[in-house]
């Protein structure tokens, strides 16, 4: 007698994810998930949601925290996401997503965490001095996609790991309380281009909100005339544009620039080189300047449209919280009976 393989999920397909409202987002944000969210609101079920509980595992301002949830709100509705189609939400408005991450705390093993690579960049020599919250923040994670029961999570390489615990705290419970097939095991949605933009002024290292330099980003708030000068004073080398990938991977800010130029147009880096093979970047910056002023332009002048007009971002907030959390209520109801709570 062989062993079989406990069932696997059978329930309707989700996708979800977040971003944390900790920061302005830039180009990296918008290429890597905004415009992807936009896009699978169209062919999957899709939330939506502004992660407050994970932006306060560091310190945040309480009298801004409120505003940066609806700037990310904001940039969410002007890259293109339907308040109508998707469900849009601030994660602390929803409490299943606190109670079910301490059910998971309680199935998740210290190993796992401990494992975890971004809490010991995050933390640093000063890991003791680090909130629990940090450490802990994966099984929040986890707890946010199962809630759902979301089948795909978009997730760029940082946070593969994440998703891998997610996966091991849905089969640990599943096994544990005998409830085989009950939460999904996610599956990673690549972000194909555009998934990872690098520095302006680093090509080495990812375009980051927390990097020093305003000039290593293009903020989604940028003017044109900011955004423009940016590009101009993006670090390059003397060299001219060559004719393959392959040339190209060993001039990590020209492979920037030239994908960035790539997943704003919709083409392919190759196609991009076919056109300026042999051109030097005083006639590609222009070109990338315009182009990025033409697509990011308007998104941040919708944002600031809606930023002042916050009573249109909170209907949005509201309405979405409502959704949210009736589609939680029946999970952390039946896992609260799985588990054995008096009430349940």
């Known amino acids: 007698m062989t062993d079989q393989a406990p069932p696997a999920y059978s329930g309707p397909q989700r996708v979800l994810s977040g971003v944390q409202p900790s920061g302005a987002l830039h180009l990296g944000n918008y290429l890597g998930a905004l415009v992807k969210f936009a896009r699978l609101q169209h062919e999957v079920e899709t939330f939506i949601f502004v992660a407050d ?105 940082d946070q593969r790991q994440h998703l891998e615990l997610t996966r091991d705290v849905a089969a640990k419970f599943n096994h544990d309380f005998e409830v085989p097939g009950y939460f999904p095991l996610p599956d990673a949605l690549t972000q194909g281009p555009g998934a990872r933009i690098m520095s302006l002024r680093d090509g080495s290292a990812k375009m980051s909100k927390s990097d020093p330099s305003d000039n290593s980003r293009l903020n989604l708030l940028d003017e044109a005339d900011a955004i423009a000068q940016k590009v101009r004073k993006a670090k390059t080398d003397p060299e001219p544009l060559p004719e393959t990938l392959d040339e190209l991977k060993a001039r990590p800010e020209a492979e920037n620039l030239v994908g960035i130029y790539a997943a704003l147009d919709g083409r392919t880096s190759a196609q991009v080189l076919a056109e300026f093979a042999g051109q030097g970047f005083g006639a590609f910056k222009p070109k990338l300047a315009d182009l990025a002023v033409a697509k990011l332009g308007p998104v941040g002048d919708e944002m600031r449209r809606l930023m002042a007009d916050p009573a249109e971002i909170d209907r949005v907030l509201a309405d979405g919280a409502e959704r949210a959390r009736a589609a939680a209520a029946p999970t952390l109801a039946e896992v609260r009976k799985i588990v054995g709570f008096w009430g349940a």
């Open 53 to 157: 509980l994970h932006a306060i595992t560091v310190w945040q301002d309480p009298k801004l925290l409120a505003g940066q949830v609806r700037e990310i709100t904001a940039a969410y509705l002007a890259s293109g996401l339907d308040p109508k189609v998707a469900t849009i939400f601030p994660q602390s408005a929803v409490p299943q997503h606190a109670e079910l991450a301490w059910i998971f705390n309680c199935v998740a093993r210290l190993g796992w965490l401990d494992r975890m690579t971004q809490f010991k960049e995050k933390s640093g020599k000063h890991k003791e001095r680090s909130s629990v919250g940090l450490y802990t923040y994966p099984v929040l994670q986890a707890a946010d996609i199962l809630l759902y029961k979301a089948t795909q999570v978009p997730v760029g390489d």
